[in-house]
């Protein structure tokens, strides 16, 4: 299997490259379970965390332990998290439609009322693990707008492809994409 080697300060992660459709494959970053690197960045996406905010948001699954761990280090005590799918917990959620590179098939993105509420005439910084194609990202800032928040931050431990040469996001590395033959 060919693989990507990604270094990310001191520490190195061998990718596996997959093929995500035809013509194109991602080197696949999964930062569930990686204490070392998940620590490590989120120390060093410190430097580039606004000042004055209120709230995390992220996305499920992957960003969920980057969340934390800034949480943890900005005594923040919550932090919010974006579903990918509506839960019957879920107390009139706010669903916006996604789009991101890694998957097929049509997607939602699902803010809980009960979050919604916490997020009104807050200041939000948005952190996730990967950032690509921005659909992702795109739909979490229309959710989080529609709680009447204000994002004030956007970061990542990666950026791919075409997000490299965003200004709007903050990031430690670049992921590259590979084009199939």
């Known amino acids: 299997m060919k693989t990507y ?3 990310i300060g001191p520490l190195t992660r061998q ?3 997959i093929p995500i459709s035809q013509d194109l494959a991602i080197a696949s970053f999964v930062l569930l379970g990686d204490a070392e690197l ?3 960045a989120a120390k060093e996406l410190l430097a580039f965390m606004p000042a004055d905010f209120d709230y ?3 996305l499920e699954s992957k960003g969920i332990p980057l969340a934390q761990e800034l949480s943890r280090l900005t005594d923040h005590p919550q932090f919010v998290v974006l579903r990918k799918s509506t839960k019957d917990y879920m107390r009139a959620p706010i669903k916006l439609p996604v789009n ?5 098939a049509p997607q939602e993105l699902v803010l809980d009322g009960t979050d919604a509420d916490r997020l009104v005439a807050k200041r939000v910084v948005i952190v996730d693990d990967v950032i690509s194609s921005g659909g992702s990202l795109t739909a979490a800032r229309a959710l989080i707008e529609q709680a009447g928040a204000t994002v004030v931050g956007q970061l990542a431990i990666l950026a791919e492809g ?3 040469s965003r200004r709007d996001i903050r990031y430690l590395a670049e992921l590259p994409l590979f084009p199939l033959d």
Do not use: C, M, N, R
């Open 56 to 58: 995390l948001v992220t």
């Open 15 to 17: 990718l596996p490259i």
């Open 5 to 7: 080697q990604l270094k």
């Open 162 to 164: 075409g997000a490299v």
């Open 100 to 104: 991101a590179i890694t998957t097929s």
């Open 38 to 40: 998940t620590d490590y």
